[in-house]
């Protein structure tokens, strides 16, 4: 069993400010920080924190893009012993407040004039008060009754360094790190605990199997609300002494200029993220990339073939993994052929058992389909208030179920073929139907909804809605998707509704989705 010398985030922020110190830690704009500096501003970060109330296990939110100051703001919950509350920069007033007043949040980091969008006057419109006790905005002008991130480090002088090396010395391996929320079946998302020995270790072997190294230089055009973008992003980074490069949009003009700028040896994301890059004429130079990890999506062979060409990629790897397995289930490794890296998503991390079983339990022979389902330290604590859902995840046994369908080979490398539950993945973002339905069912004209995932060239899956008019009501189709935009993040939204008198139904009941996908087909031919 491995064990990780630094354990908990915060002694691995003073570990890589010991072996990295004088190194380049993050690329920010204007703003470069080396090791040393980046472990002196949060534990300003977190003497602020402390000062502003965060006492140990307090629950703090981030709704902001990939910056430094949500690098430094969360690692900074982490030193104070808060447990860390990413958010969606999508989501809609509703949809945020509602994961800021499940996970019962006291601060909530936040910024202003990102692409225009007022995250304070999102919420406060939706709940015309503030859902929280202390809003702070990283960047952007403080609207009335916020603090500002500079008066808020201000506050960092109430705390002595004695005082938060006390502090740190509460926080342990088995503390919760965070409630990374993901949506379910069921319409509402659920909070998924994991520690911070969980997120070290599982971490530490994620960024040894791909070669993260001392030197790189990584982008992360992940989100941090991600655990691509936050622990497979600064996490690693922290881990390994590599450059953190955040990107808070992803556009290919930009994404190209900075790898050529910042000498970028490290770009992970989805499929998509690659296809956009080849599909633009003129790539300039991208010699210095050398490692692209991917997945959340099938992944074609020709594509590995032409970013191996094409993009300059040294070595390519897929992975598979779900919040609830802290991210990480299996990964392919560096000499694994093109074949074997677009066709599965690797085999089992060290010390983690996977099989795929029947809808008895039982483990099927090698090259037949059946549920995977996971065992070992990656597995979640559980969902935050929620022993029902947990007890539906994760067996008697230990095994997390997670609702994938795939088949092992004879070397336990893992395809994933199709999914027991409705999930599908927009452009990487797991997009659960049930939610988008219950969104679709407050318009005033719905009566009933269903939502299927489709395939898109682009985004790999996007959502396709049937819906049934209410009595003496007509929907627009065009209407509809407009309207849902304002309600819901944009890679929830259905890029195409279908009006329809009724919706196909089993003797339960429940809707016969396989026959809404089969009418796409057909429409598609």
Same mark, same amino acid.
């Given at each position: 069993?491995?064990?990780?010398?630094?354990?908990?985030?915060?002694?691995?922020?003073?570990?890589?400010?010991?072996?990295?110190?004088?190194?380049?830690?993050?690329?920010?704009?204007?703003?470069?920080?080396?090791?040393?500096?980046?472990? $002196?501003?949060? +534990?300003?970060?977190?003497?602020?924190?402390?000062?502003?109330?965060?006492?140990?296990?307090?629950?703090?939110?981030?709704?902001? %893009?990939?910056?430094?100051?949500?690098?430094?703001?969360?690692?900074?919950?982490?030193?104070?012993?808060?447990?860390?509350?990413?958010?969606?920069?999508?989501?809609?007033?509703?949809?945020?407040?509602?994961?800021?007043?499940?996970?019962?949040?006291?601060?909530?980091? !936040?910024?202003?004039?990102?692409?225009?969008?007022? /995250?304070?006057?999102?919420?406060?419109?939706?709940?015309?008060?503030?859902?929280?006790?202390?809003?702070?905005?990283?960047?952007?002008?403080?609207?009335?009754?916020?603090?500002?991130? *500079?008066?808020?480090?201000?506050? =960092?002088?109430?705390?002595?360094?004695?005082?938060?090396?006390?502090?740190?010395?509460?926080?342990?391996?088995?503390?919760?790190?965070?409630?990374?929320?993901?949506?379910?079946?069921?319409?509402?998302?659920?909070?998924?605990?994991?520690?911070?020995?969980?997120?070290?270790?599982?971490?530490?072997?994620?960024?040894?199997?791909?070669?993260?190294?001392?030197?790189?230089?990584?982008?992360?055009?992940?989100?941090?609300?991600?655990?691509?973008?936050?622990?497979?992003?600064?996490?690693?980074?922290?881990?390994?002494?590599?450059?953190?490069?955040?990107?808070?949009?992803?556009?290919?003009?930009?994404?190209?200029?900075?790898?050529?700028?910042?000498?970028?040896?490290?770009?992970?994301?989805? %499929?998509?993220? /690659?296809?956009?890059?080849?599909?633009?004429?003129?790539?300039?130079?991208?010699?210095?990339?050398?490692?692209?990890?991917?997945? *959340? $999506?099938?992944?074609?062979?020709?594509?590995?073939?032409?970013?191996? =060409?094409?993009?300059?990629?040294?070595?390519?790897?897929?992975? /598979?993994?779900?919040?609830? =397995?802290?991210?990480?289930? =299996?990964?392919?490794?560096?000499?694994?052929?093109?074949?074997?890296?677009? #066709?599965?998503?690797?085999? *089992?991390?060290?010390?983690?058992?996977?099989?795929?079983?029947?809808?008895? #339990?039982?483990?099927?022979? %090698?090259?037949?389909?059946?549920?995977?389902?996971?065992?070992? /330290?990656?597995?979640?604590?559980?969902?935050?208030?929620?022993?029902? &859902?947990?007890?539906?995840?994760?067996?008697?046994?230990?095994?997390?179920?997670?609702?994938?369908?795939?088949?092992?080979?004879?070397?336990?490398?893992?395809?994933?073929?199709?999914?027991?539950?409705?999930?599908?993945?927009?452009?990487?973002? #797991?997009?659960?139907?049930?939610?988008?339905?219950?969104?679709?069912?407050?318009?005033?004209?719905?009566?009933? $909804?269903?939502?299927?995932?489709?395939?898109?060239?682009?985004?790999?899956?996007?959502?396709?809605?049937?819906?049934?008019?209410?009595?003496?009501?007509?929907?627009?189709? +065009?209407?509809?998707?407009?309207? !849902?935009?304002?309600?819901? &993040?944009?890679?929830?939204?259905?890029?195409?509704?279908?009006?329809?008198?009724?919706?196909?139904?089993?003797?339960?009941?429940?809707?016969?989705?396989?026959?809404?996908?089969?009418?796409?087909?057909?429409?598609?031919?």
């Amino acid at each position: 069993m491995t064990t990780v010398e630094w354990q908990t985030i915060p002694r691995l922020v003073r570990s890589a400010a010991d072996r990295f110190g004088d190194q380049e830690a993050v690329v920010d704009g204007d703003v470069r920080l080396r090791f040393g500096g980046l472990a $002196a501003a949060v +534990d300003q970060a977190s003497r602020a924190a402390m000062a502003a109330g965060v006492e140990h296990g307090d629950r703090v939110a981030v709704w902001a %893009p990939n910056c430094w100051e949500w690098m430094v703001a969360a690692l900074g919950v982490h030193g104070a012993g808060g447990v860390l509350v990413p958010i969606n920069t999508r989501f809609k007033g509703r949809e945020a407040g509602y994961i800021i007043e499940r996970s019962g949040a006291k601060l909530l980091f !936040a910024v202003s004039g990102f692409l225009d969008i007022d /995250y304070v006057k999102l919420l406060r419109d939706e709940y015309g008060s503030d859902p929280v006790e202390r809003i702070v905005i990283l960047r952007g002008d403080a609207p009335s009754g916020t603090t500002s991130w *500079a008066d808020f480090i201000l506050r =960092s002088d109430e705390v002595s360094m004695a005082d938060l090396r006390r502090r740190a010395e509460t926080i342990g391996p088995d503390d919760l790190s965070d409630i990374m929320f993901t949506s379910g079946t069921t319409g509402k998302p659920k909070g998924v605990m994991t520690t911070h020995g969980q997120t070290s270790r599982v971490f530490d072997v994620w960024s040894r199997i791909v070669g993260l190294r001392e030197g790189d230089r990584y982008l992360i055009v992940n989100p941090f609300f991600h655990t691509f973008g936050y622990k497979a992003g600064f996490i690693a980074c922290l881990m390994r002494g590599a450059t953190i490069i955040p990107h808070a949009v992803f556009d290919v003009p930009s994404v190209l200029q900075r790898i050529a700028d910042e000498r970028v040896t490290v770009l992970p994301g989805p %499929p998509t993220l /690659y296809q956009s890059i080849l599909n633009v004429p003129e790539h300039g130079d991208l010699s210095s990339l050398r490692l692209a990890v991917t997945g *959340a $999506a099938v992944v074609p062979v020709e594509l590995i073939k032409r970013m191996r =060409s094409e993009l300059t990629f040294e070595t390519i790897l897929t992975a /598979y993994g779900l919040t609830e =397995s802290t991210g990480v289930v =299996s990964i392919c490794h560096p000499d694994d052929d093109p074949e074997t890296i677009a #066709n599965t998503s690797g085999c *089992a991390i060290p010390d983690v058992e996977v099989r795929a079983v029947d809808e008895d #339990n039982r483990e099927v022979a %090698p090259g037949e389909p059946g549920e995977i389902v996971v065992r070992g /330290y990656n597995v979640m604590q559980g969902y935050y208030l929620d022993p029902q &859902a947990t007890a539906e995840a994760i067996d008697a046994d230990g095994w997390l179920h997670t609702g994938d369908v795939g088949v092992m080979d004879d070397r336990g490398y893992v395809k994933i073929t199709d999914r027991t539950k409705d999930m599908f993945i927009v452009g990487g973002f #797991n997009t659960y139907p049930a939610e988008i339905e219950n969104e679709l069912l407050t318009h005033p004209a719905v009566a009933q $909804a269903a939502v299927v995932g489709v395939p898109d060239e682009r985004m790999g899956e996007v959502g396709y809605a049937f819906v049934v008019p209410r009595a003496g009501a007509t929907i627009d189709p +065009d209407e509809l998707i407009a309207w !849902a935009r304002d309600k819901m &993040a944009n890679y929830k939204v259905p890029r195409r509704v279908d009006v329809v008198e009724s919706l196909p139904l089993n003797a339960s009941g429940k809707v016969l989705k396989y026959e809404l996908r089969d009418r796409v087909r057909e429409e598609a031919r």
